[in-house]
T-cell receptor
Framework: NAGVTQTPKFQVLKTGQSMTLQCAQD?????MYWYRQDPGMGLRLIYY???????DKGEVPNGYNVSRLNKREFSLRLESAAPSQTSVYFC?????????????FGSGTRLTVV | DAKTTQPTSMDCAEGRAANLPCNHS???????VYWYRQIHSQGPQYIIH???NNETNEMASLIITEDRKSSTLILPHATLRDTAVYYC?????????????FGQGTELSVKP
């Protein structure tokens, strides 16, 4: 099925460990995004990529890095995980540009840092 | 981007229309109103968007006031599966990198 695929779905890390969250979309979308959602809160934008080859900071970029590997893939890296990064991470994609048909979100990665 | 204000929670009886309000008094001329919903920790789902005319699709209707300072999302016949958090977002519909900034949303509970 067409959409946004995130891996892994669940992950437990120890403080100080690193990991990369993977995201891929097969809709030929130009723009991709990473959000985090803490319990009982709305989504907050971490980083986004308006088009292949570009990335920009969102609302809460500290502690994260991103890579737009190609048009399909956008990864999020935690270099040294902290308990404050325990959250659900959502990747999304959109057409971008002047035509907007809404964002398509992945099913999320549930990350616990102990 | 303009800010939005939504009620924290609302209830609706199954089969009745659910009307979810949103205030966006500082909306500017090039900003669209978008609605998304999130069902129990799933990824948010796009519902509808509009600029100044009322819009309808298979999921919902969007009514925007003439001054564009508020809008209402209408689910015409709510079902239990419509229980979710509904987010009203305003943003320009051009290439700013497509930032979509979420607020707290309205938690809609559809009751039998």
């Amino acid at each position: 099925n067409a959409g946004v695929t995130q891996t892994p779905k669940f992950q437990v890390l120890k403080t100080g460990q690193s990991m990369t969250l993977q995201c891929a979309q097969d809709m030929n979308h130009n723009s991709m995004y990473w959000y985090r959602q803490d319990p009982g809160m709305g989504l907050r934008l971490i980083y986004y990529s308006a088009s292949e080859g570009t990335t920009d900071k969102g609302e809460v970029p500290n502690g994260y890095n991103v890579s737009r590997l190609n048009k399909r893939e956008f990864s999020l890296r935690l270099e040294s995980a902290a308990p404050s990064q325990t959250s659900v991470y959502f990747c999304a994609s959109s057409e971008g540009g002047s035509v907007s048909y809404g964002y398509t979100f992945g099913s999320g990665t549930r990350l616990t840092v102990v | 981007d303009a800010k939005t204000t939504q009620p924290t929670s609302m209830d609706c009886a199954e089969g009745r229309a659910a009307n979810l309000p949103c205030n966006h008094s500082t909306i500017s001329g090039n900003e669209y109103v978008y609605w998304y919903r999130q069902i129990h920790s799933q990824g948010p789902q796009y519902i509808i968007h509009g600029l100044k005319n009322n819009e309808t699709n298979e999921m919902a209707s969007l009514i925007i006031t003439e001054d564009r300072k508020s809008s209402t999302l209408i689910l015409p016949h709510a079902t239990l599966r419509d229980t979710a958090v509904y987010y009203c977002i305003v943003r320009p519909n051009y290439n700013q990198g497509g930032k979509l900034i979420f607020g707290q949303g309205t938690e809609l509970s559809v009751k039998p």
